[in-house]
């Protein structure tokens, strides 16, 4: 699906370099756009609606986490808000939309793994405990944990990144022989930020973090669609029932996607394969009820302004400096 402020930007002569589920990149020579859309994504598939301002929430998150959180860390953030447009060509300049969804970054090689780290046990880390007899990505790890579990410590469980299909979880050992730097920057970041979470009530269950060759970190950071975010209080309720609670994130949709029956055999997106053009063509003419798609929009806002601590457009305007 091609937003109307992306073909704008084609139309003005940039190049688009990557189109991923959600962010467009475009080259700008020197450095890179990237243009975060309201494109909404679960299991691998692409689904064909938008969500009302997550590109404006993903790029205010990025800016909020690294101009005032990890402001230490090299990363790859160069502009944001109206000084984007010293990066543009003169038809784009002054384009109030693009300022509040696009940041200019820099260009840099990045390494072939996603660096996941867990602190609870869920998602994928659930299930390959669950199916492979308590082990994860190499971990063995107690018996007797549920989807919800807190961990005695966080563990780093690195990914593949997959062009097509899904990203799979893969031995720790693989990364650590190719990047032994990676582990233990990631656990620092994930702590860092789990404490600043939790100063707010919120529990940061697992992210995934990427990073350039020379430990730069990029790509989105802390995010509701790379993140899963939890209410403490919701966590405890949850936790004593043994089951993961409902977070801020995309689990609406998840919810949602898994009831869906296909005519393959099976039930649930999660059941499909993206690679499969079959399955591709029969997720894009889905149509994702108005209801799922209004409850994600207002979890992103609420989990955008318990971070940051203001609405959205209020930290637009007072941080980010974009007209709203």
């Not at 072939?112 to 063995?140: M, N, P, Q």
Request: proline share 5%.
């Amino acid at each position: 699906m091609e937003s109307d402020l992306t073909r704008e930007i084609m139309g003005a002569g940039l190049v688009r370099t990557n189109q991923g589920k959600v962010r467009d990149t475009f080259d700008l020579s020197d450095v890179l756009l990237q243009v975060a859309t309201n494109r909404l994504s679960i299991f691998d598939f692409v689904l064909p609606r938008f969500v009302p301002r997550k590109g404006e929430i993903l790029t205010a998150f990025t800016v909020f986490w690294l101009t005032e959180v990890f402001n230490r860390l090299p990363h790859h953030l160069v502009a944001y808000g109206p000084d984007v447009d010293l990066y543009l060509p003169k038809k784009l300049r002054g384009n109030q939309e693009l300022q509040r969804r696009a940041v200019v970054v820099r260009k840099l090689k990045m390494v072939g793994f996603e660096a996941i780290v867990r602190g609870y046990l869920t998602g994928s880390g659930w299930r390959d405990y669950r199916d492979k007899g308590g082990v994860v990505c190499g971990y063995k790890l107690s018996e007797g944990l549920n989807d919800g579990s807190k961990l005695p410590s966080p563990i780093f469980t690195p990914s593949t990144k997959a062009e097509e299909g899904h990203d799979e979880n893969i031995p720790v050992d693989i990364v650590r022989g190719q990047c032994p730097w990676m582990e233990k920057l990631s656990l620092e970041i994930y702590q860092q930020a789990y404490a600043f979470a939790q100063a707010r009530g919120i529990i940061i269950a697992d992210t995934k973090f990427e990073f350039g060759i020379d430990g730069t970190l990029g790509d989105e950071i802390l995010t509701p669609d790379s993140s899963r975010f939890w209410d403490c209080k919701q966590w405890e309720e949850a936790a004593a029932q043994r089951k993961s609670p409902s977070g801020y994130d995309k689990e609406p949709v998840r919810q949602w996607g898994m009831t869906i029956a296909t005519p393959f055999g099976v039930t649930g997106l999660n059941n499909l394969d993206p690679a499969n053009p079959e399955h591709l063509e029969f997720v894009a003419q889905l149509e994702v009820p108005d209801g799922v798609i209004a409850s994600t929009s207002v979890r992103y806002q609420e989990i955008f302004e318990r971070f940051a601590g203001d609405a959205l457009e209020y930290y637009q305007v007072g941080k980010m400096m974009a007209v709203w």
